[in-house]
Nanobody, 124 residues
Framework: QLQLVESGGGWTQPGGSLRLSCTTS????????IGWFRQAPGKEREFVAA????????THANVVKGRFTISRDNAKYTVLLQMNSLKPEDTAVYYC?????????????????WGQGTQVTVSS
């Protein structure tokens, strides 16, 4: 019954930045690990980053490490994905996902709820 809504996607040139938000309404995030995944046309869903319920432990995929940062503010029912130094290969639909009492896995099957996705396009 938990609903997740992504926002903040759009277009930017290579080297640009975007900040994605994943928000809930009416449900606290304190017990949920949150993951970000992306899927480009013709490709499998790919892990991007994850954060544990407390926000103290994060994991970032190697392809985004040093460029993307996941964070959360449980009081605001919000998880953020700050994306800097964007590359054309980052173009994809980005999804946030929540796993009850999860630890922040890279596996999509570890998550129970998924947002609708937000498009990120990086091109010159």
């Amino acid at each position: 019954q938990l609903q997740l809504v992504e926002s903040g996607g759009g277009w930017t040139q290579p080297g640009g930045s975007l900040r994605l938000s994943c928000t809930t309404s009416g449900f606290a995030l304190d017990y949920y690990a949150i993951g970000w995944f992306r899927q480009a046309p013709g490709k499998e869903r790919e892990f991007v980053a994850a954060i544990d319920p407390s926000g103290r432990s994060t994991t970032h995929a190697n392809v985004v490490k040093g460029r993307f940062t996941i964070s959360r503010d449980n009081a605001k029912y919000t998880v953020l994905l700050q994306m800097n130094s964007l590359k054309p290969e980052d173009t994809a639909v980005y999804y946030c996902a929540a796993g009850f009492r999860g630890s922040g896995s890279y596996q999509p099957t570890s998550y129970d709820y998924w947002g609708q996705g937000t498009q990120v396009t990086v091109s010159s």
